[in-house]
Every structure is written in C-alpha cells, then in structure tokens.
Nanobody, 118 residues
Framework: QVQFVESGGGLVQAGGSLRLSCVAS????????IGWYRQAPGQQREWVAG???????DYADFVKGRFTISRDNAKNTVYLQMNTLKPDDTAVYYC????????????WGQGTQVTVSS
C-alpha cells in the first residue's frame, strides 16, 4: 500500500513563498507520475501540478508562473516550490500518484496546511 507524507506548509503573507515536500513509500517511485492537489474549506479537491517519471512538469493555469514542481527519485520525494502566494492558495495540500491529472489512490496522506494572509 502506498503512503504519502506531506510537509512544509505554514502561515505566510501574500507574496511570500513556501516549499512543500511529498514523500511516497512506493518501490517504483521513479516510474510513476506524482501530482499535487489541494482542498480549500467547503470546496472540492483540485489538481495543482504534476510531474512525470521523466521529470516533465504540468501545471494548473491558476499556478503557472508561480509554482514549480520537481522530484528527487533517490529520496522518493516530490517538491512544490510556491512563490508569489495569494490568499486564494490557502488550502490543505496533498500528493498522490497521478494518471492524466487524476489521483490513482483513494487513500490520502494527512496533507499540509498552507495559509496565506492578505
């Protein structure tokens, strides 16, 4: 069973930056795509960014130019560098194995809270 551990969230002022980390306990990590998702209070979870096994990055329009996704296969870790944060980015951020931007597993980690103050 795959487990995800997200970290790096916090409280930041608008315009600030955070770097999230996702560690996935899966033996085939280097062969799978990983996506970042977020869920704001009262809203559905939405896809934010994803990275292919080969390192190709893909972004939702609302984060393009502000967020950067990367991976370190030796550490089974995917990162999300978030710059120029906005109050609308406030949410709990999760990671999961992704296929065509959709999460593969129904089970999620605990997520990491990102709060952006105006």
């Amino acid at each position: 069973q795959v487990q995800f551990v997200e970290s790096g969230g916090g409280l930041v002022q608008a315009g600030g930056s955070l770097r999230l980390s996702c560690v996935a306990s899966v033996a085939t990590f280097s062969f799978i795509g990983i996506g970042w998702y977020r869920q704001a209070p009262g809203q559905q979870r939405e896809w934010v960014a994803g990275i292919s096994p080969g390192g190709r990055a893909d972004y939702a329009d609302f984060v393009k130019g502000r967020f950067t996704i990367s991976r370190d296969n030796a550490k089974n870790t995917v990162y999300l560098q978030m710059n120029t944060l906005k109050p609308d980015d406030t949410a709990v951020y999760y990671c999961n194995v992704q296929i065509a931007r959709r999460p593969l597993y129904d089970s999620w980690g605990q997520g990491t809270q990102v709060t952006v103050s105006s």
